[in-house]
């Protein structure tokens, strides 16, 4: 069944997925209500660089990731001087990967959700002289709070089914970089298609269990369109 | 010789049925074989009118893919191990397979003057990166997890490796500077017996057991003329030639068999 190293790869891909998403919703959050509520010129192109990600063949993010964090890239060169060291390599470097690959996962639905909102309940919110963060997560935060489990939940699995950024610049190392995608490819490469098979139908069983969870608790709630 | 080579080409060619000419060879080829074998196309194509339909990837995932089913003609493996599974599976070729070259192994950085020329920053371990292939799947891999061995550098070098899922993504772990060093086939670094960059040390052949690569007809194309003439073409001084210059060791001249 599951090998020791297998157990590792499966507690490594889940650390990096709940972290990229608590980044995400950190940095998502904001960003989203920005491009709810903008009608500056910059609304269109910061919209398509968000979106980049879904279109892009992870093999380009992959391959410009290692470019630019890398030790004659600009990033890799700041970093250095900063004494973090370069990126690749790394489990950071895996989580500031994940966090651009799923960022119009966390990003879109929250945005959607936001603009879904009825503006006159946050007028009404301020009226009664809340604070902008009380109305925030008294107000805003409960009626789009569709739009963040399904945040949540899309950019956890999507940083699970990640594969082709991190087989380009994690360097598949046991315990740092070798997450469960690239522990089945290796298993599939050396033949051994018993343990492939074990990793590999687990990941369709919970695949599955995480969308049907996602449809279960959406339906019923008003859900904003996606 | 050369001259008897390609009469004995030209007639094979010019026997067999019309369809051969201009033909497409299907070939699925060892990532590290891929700048010769290019090489090598253009001057098929010019003796044979032959196009090569290249296909590169790691020996053992090319493997897999025939295994199910992929439509390859020829097989040119970094190994000659994986031909011969082939062979036992009859999904190739027995009296087809030869050794076409060895593969050589370096120790390379892109950075001039950081790899010396006894290999010495290998125990000196100044480094935070070594990038080799997949040891499970790639033969270049393996070999430098047998050089580590020999040095007694296993278990100090280990939580440095960072590995490629072939030799390919190995050399660009390398050539980023990602990794500041990684053990690549010379093939890759070298360009008429000079190195193209950086700084390298070529490991002695005495220290692993030899690359030998081999190429075999797959049984899919027992029967195509093409296919046929590009494993001779492999054997003959022109290819040899092409072979060597890009850093690989030649197989020994066998006495050509005379027909």
Redesign the interface.
């Known amino acids: 069944m599951l090998s020791a190293s297998d157990w590792s790869s499966i507690w490594l891909t889940f650390k990096l997925a709940s972290l990229t998403t608590l980044i995400l919703l950190l940095i998502g959050t904001p960003l989203a209500w920005h491009l709810a509520h903008t009608r500056r010129w910059w609304k269109a192109p910061l919209s398509a660089v968000v979106a980049l990600p879904i279109v892009l063949p992870p093999t380009v993010l992959g391959f410009y990731l290692l470019i630019t964090l890398g030790p004659k890239g600009p990033i890799g060169q700041l970093t250095h001087s900063l004494g973090l060291g370069t990126l690749p390599f790394t489990f950071s470097g895996l989580l500031v990967a994940s966090v651009f690959y799923s960022l119009p996962f966390v990003v879109q639905p929250i945005q959607n959700a936001f603009e879904a909102l009825d503006m006159r309940l946050l007028e009404a919110s301020r009226t009664l002289r809340a604070k902008p963060m009380d109305t925030f997560f008294s107000v805003v935060v409960p009626l789009a709070r569709p739009g963040f489990l399904t945040a949540c939940i899309l950019g956890f699995a999507h940083t699970v089914g990640e594969f082709g950024v991190v087989l380009m610049i994690g360097g598949n190392i046991p315990d740092k970089t070798r997450v469960v995608s690239v522990q089945i490819y290796d298993h599939v490469e050396s033949m051994e298609y018993a343990q492939a098979h074990w990793l590999a139908g687990g990941m369709v069983v919970f695949s599955f269990i995480v969308l049907l969870l996602m449809y279960t608790l959406n339906r019923g709630i008003r859900m904003s369109k996606i | 010789m050369k001259l008897f080579k390609q009469t004995l080409l030209a007639v094979a060619i010019a026997c067999s049925t019309a369809s051969a000419w201009a033909d497409e060879v299907q070939v699925a080829v060892a990532s590290n074989f891929t700048k010769p074998l290019e090489a090598i196309a253009e001057k098929f194509k010019a003796a044979s009118g032959h196009d090569l339909k290249i296909s590169a990837g790691?020996t053992?995932?090319l493997y897999?893919q025939i295994e199910n089913g992929a439509p390859f003609e020829v097989f040119i493996s970094a190994d000659s191990k994986t031909p011969k599974k082939l062979v036992e599976a009859k999904m190739a070729e027995a009296d087809s397979q030869f050794t076409y070259a060895f593969g050589k192994l370096a120790l390379w950085s892109s950075t001039e003057g950081y790899v010396d020329d006894k290999g010495e920053v290998l125990t000196k371990g100044d480094f935070?990166?070594l990038?080799i292939a997949?040891p499970?799947?790639a033969p270049y891999g393996e070999a430098a997890m047998g050089i580590f061995g020999k040095l007694g550098i296993t278990d100090t070098i280990t939580p440095k490796?960072?590995?490629?899922?072939n030799i390919t993504?190995t050399y660009?772990?390398v050539s980023?500077?990602?990794?500041e060093l990684g053990f690549v086939a010379l093939s890759q670094v070298q360009k008429e017996g000079k190195l193209k960059s950086g700084s390298a040390w070529v490991v002695p052949q005495d220290m692993y057991t030899p690359l030998s690569q081999d190429a075999v007809l797959l049984s899919s194309a027992k029967d195509s003329a093409s296919a046929k003439a590009l494993l001779e073409f492999l054997k003959g001084e022109e290819a040899q030639t092409v072979i060597s210059s890009y850093g690989y060791g030649l197989p020994e001249k066998t006495a050509t068999k005379e027909k």
């Open positions: 790691a053992g995932k897999a935070k990166h990038a997949n499970k799947t490796l960072v590995t490629g899922e993504q660009d772990f980023t500077g990602n990794a």
